[in-house]
């Protein structure tokens, strides 16, 4: 499959018509991939250049005896981003990749033996809500109303314009403290229900985008909404699946995109961005770049030549970065239906959860107890596994490399994979030992090497609200004209649906490409 998607040489690039309208897309995560579609339904003859060996970054898989470890993320919220995508490129999404509704969404098993299964339906829902807790059902429903006007305006009104003009900050002030964004989420949460486990149900949600809940901003109450408007749902194929068929469209366009070539600076010339140099030293001119990597190393090492007023180094050294990911990506042998508590998708909740966040997020302590996300996309997928075996991730949440004492993997990652093993068979996976062929094992320093990700983060620049749309890196680089930034550490955030976004905001910024012709470039004209 990547075989297939690989293009020729860069040198074998046709020229762009009148040698004008040439764009460069540096990373083909999900981000660079969807900003490089927009920019080719907008006329330019685009090249996407990746350092990996496959498309999609963090969205991509790998292949190991048999099973197709997807790497990254598992739950696709809100498909309709994904549609109106294609849509801008001439293109139906549900004719390229086969979305499949989850139900239930995800089970969360605590310590004390006690669950919850968030599901699709306001009855189901209710059910569940009733009981964990029947006291909570009147708080849970207010709930629901708060996410759904934090989604009209966090999603759909902030998440889709640009915020890189102060005067677009000030604009929406006032509606941040009406809806008290200064406010965590979970604090939001714990205003609305008491008991401490439907808190946490209403309220994790920040950590599958990097933020600690206890202090991400409550507009984040958002994804209640989204999940209960649009469900929750799998790629078949995996994220890998939607990552290929960009590729598909970008070249149907008439663009590029090369993987296991790395950038190694962007240029600039009469003071806008050029091009590319990259790392084996070949230039690709272009009138715009985009920059799908973290912008910590886009202003640290891709600009490292040019002035940088805002985003020093010294000024993204004391951001707040995501927590880093521990991932033990394993396959088993003759279990397909066996472990039935083990669904598609399970939380398990560690014996602690302020204190363990406390120490992600605060000290950079690794806990010794541990909070566990598991995957097992074979419960729905067949072709992620060989015949009655199954595949899994399992996921924890661990500090960052950037704090003072950061944790060794090379000495810790084995021990770690031990705990994480003890945890599942005590709590969810019995005998598992006995049972495991396959085993690759992501850390902190996987994430650092293998995405360039500044202190090995998960997610990049956390969420909180003053790391957020102005305060957030601009779409619109505010170092270099003619340069542009996409994916997770820009506005609206990362997630699937947040660096589709990402594109989108940034699209709008680009002018069409100058002489533009969409049948000479050969677009899609489906
Ligand atoms: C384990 C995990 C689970 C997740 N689960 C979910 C989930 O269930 N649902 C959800 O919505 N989100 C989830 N997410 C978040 C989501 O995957 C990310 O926010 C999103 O995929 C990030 O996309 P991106 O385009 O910003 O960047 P990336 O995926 O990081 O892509 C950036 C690309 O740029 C390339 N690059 C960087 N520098 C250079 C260079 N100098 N030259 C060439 N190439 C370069 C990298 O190789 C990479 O391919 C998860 C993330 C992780 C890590």
Same mark, same amino acid.
């Given at each position: 499959?990547?075989?297939?998607? =690989?293009?020729?040489?860069?040198?074998?690039?046709?020229?762009?018509?009148?040698?004008?309208?040439?764009?460069?897309?540096?990373?083909?995560?999900?981000?660079?991939?969807?900003?490089?579609?927009?920019?080719?339904?907008?006329?330019?003859?685009?090249?996407?250049?990746?350092?990996?060996?496959?498309?999609?970054?963090?969205?991509?898989?790998?292949?190991?005896?048999?099973?197709?470890?997807?790497?990254?993320?598992?739950?696709?919220?809100?498909?309709?981003?994904?549609?109106?995508?294609?849509?801008?490129?001439?293109?139906?999404?549900? =004719?390229?990749?086969?979305?499949?509704?989850?139900?239930?969404?995800?089970?969360?098993?605590?310590?004390?033996?006690?669950? $919850?299964?968030?599901?699709?339906?306001?009855?189901?829902?209710?059910?569940?809500?009733?009981?964990?807790?029947?006291?909570?059902?009147?708080?849970?429903?207010?709930?629901?109303?708060?996410?759904?006007?934090?989604?009209?305006?966090?999603?759909?009104?902030?998440?889709?314009?640009?915020?890189? =003009?102060?005067?677009?900050?000030?604009?929406?002030?006032?509606? $941040?403290?009406?809806?008290?964004?200064?406010?965590?989420?979970?604090?939001?949460?714990?205003?609305?229900?008491?008991?401490?486990?439907?808190?946490?149900?209403?309220?994790? *949600?920040?950590?599958?985008?990097?933020?600690?809940?206890?202090?991400?901003?409550?507009?984040?109450?958002?994804?209640?909404?989204?999940?209960?408007?649009?469900?929750?749902?799998?790629?078949?194929?995996?994220?890998?699946?939607?990552?290929?068929?960009?590729?598909?469209?970008?070249?149907?366009?008439?663009?590029?995109?090369?993987?296991?070539?790395?950038?190694?600076?962007?240029?600039?010339?009469?003071?806008?961005? %050029?091009?590319?140099?990259?790392?084996?030293?070949?230039?690709?001119?272009?009138?715009?770049?985009?920059?799908?990597?973290?912008?910590?190393?886009?202003?640290?090492?891709?600009?490292?030549?040019?002035?940088?007023?805002?985003?020093?180094?010294?000024?993204?050294?004391?951001?707040?970065?995501?927590?880093?990911?521990?991932?033990?990506?394993?396959?088993?042998?003759?279990?397909?239906?066996?472990?039935?508590?083990?669904? *598609?998708?399970?939380?398990?909740?560690?014996? =602690?959860?302020?204190?363990?966040?406390?120490?992600? $997020?605060?000290?950079?302590?690794?806990?010794?107890?541990?909070?566990?996300?598991? *995957?097992?996309? %074979?419960?729905?997928?067949?072709?992620?596994?060989?015949?009655?075996?199954?595949?899994?991730?399992?996921?924890?949440?661990?500090? *960052?490399?950037?704090?003072?004492?950061?944790?060794?993997?090379?000495?810790?990652?084995?021990?770690?994979?031990?705990?994480?093993?003890?945890?599942?068979?005590?709590?969810?996976?019995?005998?598992?030992?006995?049972?495991?062929?396959?085993?690759?094992?992501?850390?902190?320093?996987?994430?650092?090497?293998?995405?360039?990700?500044?202190?090995?983060?998960?997610?990049?620049?956390?969420?909180?609200?003053?790391?957020?749309?102005?305060?957030?890196?601009?779409?619109?680089?505010?170092?270099?004209?003619?340069?542009?930034?996409?994916?997770?550490?820009?506005?609206?955030?990362?997630?699937?649906?947040?660096?589709?976004?990402?594109?989108?905001?940034?699209?709008?910024?680009?002018?069409?490409?100058?002489?533009?012709?969409?049948?000479?470039?050969?677009?899609?004209?489906?």
């Amino acid at each position: 499959m990547t075989q297939a998607l =690989r293009p020729g040489p860069i040198e074998a690039l046709p020229l762009a018509l009148d040698g004008k309208g040439r764009a460069v897309v540096i990373g083909a995560g999900l981000g660079g991939l969807a900003a490089a579609m927009r920019l080719g339904a907008k006329g330019w003859q685009v090249t996407v250049v990746d350092r990996l060996d496959r498309p999609g970054g963090r969205g991509s898989s790998i292949r190991q005896g048999g099973h197709r470890f997807d790497l990254g993320p598992t739950i696709v919220t809100v498909p309709q981003g994904l549609r109106d995508l294609w849509a801008a490129c001439g293109r139906d999404f549900d =004719r390229d990749v086969t979305l499949v509704p989850m139900d239930p969404f995800y089970r969360i098993l605590w310590a004390d033996g006690s669950s $919850f299964a968030a599901r699709q339906g306001d009855a189901a829902m209710e059910a569940e809500v009733s009981r964990l807790s029947p006291r909570d059902l009147a708080g849970y429903r207010r709930f629901l109303a708060d996410a759904e006007t934090r989604y009209w305006f966090g999603y759909e009104d902030l998440g889709k314009r640009s915020m890189h =003009r102060l005067r677009d900050l000030f604009k929406v002030l006032p509606r $941040f403290a009406w809806l008290r964004a200064d406010r965590s989420v979970h604090a939001h949460a714990a205003g609305r229900v008491r008991d401490p486990r439907l808190r946490f149900a209403l309220s994790f *949600h920040p950590l599958f985008i990097g933020g600690d809940p206890f202090h991400v901003t409550s507009m984040y109450a958002l994804v209640s909404h989204l999940e209960r408007a649009f469900g929750v749902h799998y790629a078949m194929g995996g994220v890998q699946a939607i990552a290929d068929a960009m590729v598909r469209v970008v070249t149907d366009q008439g663009g590029r995109v090369v993987q296991d070539a790395e950038v190694d600076e962007v240029l600039a010339a009469g003071g806008r961005a %050029s091009g590319v140099r990259l790392a084996d030293g070949r230039v690709l001119p272009a009138e715009v770049v985009v920059s799908n990597a973290d912008p910590g190393t886009t202003y640290t090492r891709l600009l490292r030549h040019q002035p940088v007023r805002r985003w020093t180094a010294s000024r993204l050294m004391r951001s707040r970065w995501s927590m880093g990911l521990f991932v033990w990506y394993f396959g088993t042998k003759g279990t397909r239906g066996r472990w039935p508590g083990a669904g *598609h998708h399970t939380i398990v909740v560690g014996p =602690r959860y302020r204190e363990h966040i406390r120490e992600i $997020f605060q000290t950079g302590t690794l806990s010794e107890d541990m909070s566990l996300y598991v *995957h097992r996309p %074979s419960v729905t997928d067949p072709s992620v596994a060989p015949e009655g075996d199954d595949t899994f991730y399992v996921l924890s949440p661990v500090p *960052h490399l950037g704090h003072k004492a950061p944790v060794d993997w090379q000495a810790m990652a084995e021990p770690y994979r031990q705990k994480m093993l003890k945890v599942l068979e005590e709590r969810l996976l019995p005998g598992l030992s006995a049972c495991v062929t396959e085993s690759l094992v992501f850390t902190p320093e996987t994430f650092r090497d293998r995405y360039l990700s500044p202190h090995g983060a998960g997610f990049s620049l956390e969420p909180r609200i003053f790391q957020s749309a102005w305060f957030r890196p601009h779409n619109v680089s505010e170092e270099l004209p003619g340069l542009y930034l996409t994916g997770a550490g820009t506005h609206p955030g990362a997630g699937v649906p947040g660096v589709i976004g990402t594109a989108e905001v940034l699209a709008a910024l680009v002018p069409d490409a100058p002489g533009r012709d969409a049948t000479a470039l050969g677009m899609a004209a489906e």
